[in-house]
């Protein structure tokens, strides 16, 4: 075997997917969690850019693998962004004496000294029950497992064996959903 073809061959080989996730996946994960707030997010998107590289039949082909990935990892998190305008119950705040508090803070709050607070928590929980039961089926599902259950979105979708973009896009819904059903109480609670 000559220097030559021995070089073409670790080429071929450092251009493997195995060997584009060992040299790239960390690098990566910084750059996608220095442009977004949750790691579950950055998480995601980096499963979602190894999908997209894992589906090329020609990766060894590529001129700037960096520039690829770079590439398809902004276009990630622009959808990321253009969905995200479907945030969690957990963003929605409101401005108290203290400052600003989380709805999941209040609703996870101790209310045994506070009757105001807990007849405020058992309305919230019955009227999301109530939007709860509204939702189709699979956006229900989606909704809790994710915001209940604290499972990332990316986990939803291996486990119902959908794609993320669907899970994504239930989550969406849902929440908008709930938003509008909900919207009376968060107004009642900013003031």
């Known amino acids: ?56 039949s020609n990766i060894d082909q590529l001129e700037n693998v960096s520039a690829w990935l770079y590439s398809i990892t902004r276009n990630k998190i622009t959808d990321l962004y253009r969905k995200k305008k479907t945030d969690a119950i957990e963003d929605h705040t409101y401005m108290d004496d203290e400052g600003e508090l989380k709805i999941k803070e209040i609703l996870l709050a101790d209310d045994s000294n506070n009757a105001e607070l807990k007849l405020f928590k058992e309305v919230f929980w019955e009227e999301l029950m109530k939007a709860l039961d509204e939702l189709p089926e699979k956006q229900r599902d989606v909704f809790v497992l994710n915001e209940i259950e604290d499972m990332t979105l990316q986990q939803i979708a291996d486990l119902q064996g959908e794609n993320i973009k669907t899970i994504i896009s239930r989550k969406g819904y849902a929440v908008k959903h709930l938003r509008l059903r909900l919207n009376m109480l968060y107004e009642e609670l900013k003031y």
Do not use: C
């Not at 790239?24 to 997010?41: C, N, W």
């Open 1 to 56: 075997m000559d220097y030559t073809h021995t070089l073409q061959m670790s080429d071929k080989q450092s251009s493997s997917l195995p060997e584009v996730v060992r040299n790239y996946g960390a690098q990566l994960l910084r750059f996608i969690k220095g442009k977004v707030k949750k790691v579950e997010d950055a998480e995601d998107i980096l499963q979602e850019v190894w999908y997209q590289t894992s589906r090329l």
